[in-house]
């Protein structure tokens, strides 16, 4: 049944949000020693619930941080909270923290903390999405293992905050020669001499599923790729976009000031974003039917 306050799952108990709370020692508010997925929802269809969740176990696995349930009861946990929640449309944000012990940098308690909760799903809006947005590039000061979905994020919102400043929406991380990684909270894209060309995974970036999503259209479509450190630079450089859960497939018409291309969206990126929007509308018709079949 869904209600006007916003419910949640922790630790075993659903619960209003305003009544959810975690021990003060929680490891995840003191050393941010934990781990999270977001996972959008369209109707009641889940956008790659199962990689999310396959993502979740690799980045508690890589801190040893025992995952509580199993990733079927996750799965099932995440519809349970999406359908006590009043938004058609939902953000799912799970957590997990290696839980609550008096303050000690090797405290290992045998408790984890599990949360998962919704929000309102708000995606890119149709101005960014077809004029392209700016963004700025920083020398990456982040730890150095960017594939575990860490909650630690104090360079991530820093960066933001310098976008915001320098009037961008996205920072990107250079590494020392100059190679874009990613965005602060999104992955990132160019097309370099007509080839979709994104850094490839490792410990530099963190394996997005919007990402991952993105390659598998752009082989569906026959679009060339490679997966190759590359240059914001570079001559060739002809289009770039970012990618994210609630960003899906936003173009960069300008970075440091500079224009990408003509200061356009380009051909490639517009093919792309088309065909995950299409792929968006089949999940929500697909939600539809098993709604009716089940009123």
């Known amino acids: ?10 630790n075993g108990v659903f619960l209003p949000l305003s009544q959810a709370c975690v021990p003060v020692e929680d ?19 889940f ?3 199962e990689p999310h969740l396959a993502r979740l176990e690799r980045s508690a696995r890589a801190l040893e941080i025992p995952l509580p349930l199993s990733r079927d009861k996750l799965a099932l946990l995440c519809r349970e909270v999406y359908a006590r929640n009043p938004w058609p449309e939902a953000m799912i944000y799970i957590q997990l923290t290696r839980g609550a012990a008096p303050r000690a940098h090797a405290a290992s308690p045998t ?12 995606l890119a809006d149709g101005q960014r999405l077809a004029k392209g947005v700016a963004g700025i590039t920083l020398a990456d000061i982040r730890w150095r293992r960017c594939d575990i979905k860490s909650i630690a994020l104090l360079a991530n919102v820093l960066a933001r905050r310098e976008a915001e400043r320098r ?25 370099i001499g007509g080839v979709l060309t994104t850094h490839p995974e490792g410990p530099q970036i963190l394996g997005g599923i919007t990402r ?19 240059s914001p630079l570079e001559p060739a450089l002809q ?35 088309e065909a995950m929007h299409a792929f968006i509308a089949e999940l929500r018709s697909r939600a539809r ?3 009716a079949r089940g009123s």
């Not at 049944?1 to 922790?10: A, D, K, S």
């Not at 991952?212 to 590359?230: D, F, H, M, S, T």
């Not at 000031?257 to 051909?267: A, C, E, Q, S």
């Open 1 to 10: 049944m869904r209600t006007t306050e916003p419910i949640v799952w922790l």
């Open 27 to 45: 490891r995840g508010f003191q050393f941010a020693d934990g781990v999270y997925e977001v996972i959008a929802c369209f109707g009641g269809a």
């Open 47 to 49: 956008l790659d619930l």
């Open 111 to 122: 408790n984890p903390t599990l949360l998962i909760m919704a929000r309102a799903l708000c």
């Open 167 to 191: 009037g961008a929406y996205e920072a990107f991380w250079l590494d020392e020669h100059g190679h874009l990684l990613e965005g602060a909270a999104t992955n990132a894209f160019a097309v």
């Open 212 to 230: 991952n999503r993105v390659l598998r259209l752009a082989a569906e479509l026959g679009i060339p790729v490679r997966e190759r450190p590359w």
């Open 239 to 273: 289009e770039m976009f970012l990618t994210s859960t609630t960003n899906l497939v936003l173009p960069v018409v300008k970075l440091d000031g500079r224009l990408i291309g003509n200061g356009r969206p380009g051909p490639i990126t517009r093919k792309l974003q």
């Open 289 to 291: 039917a098993r709604a």
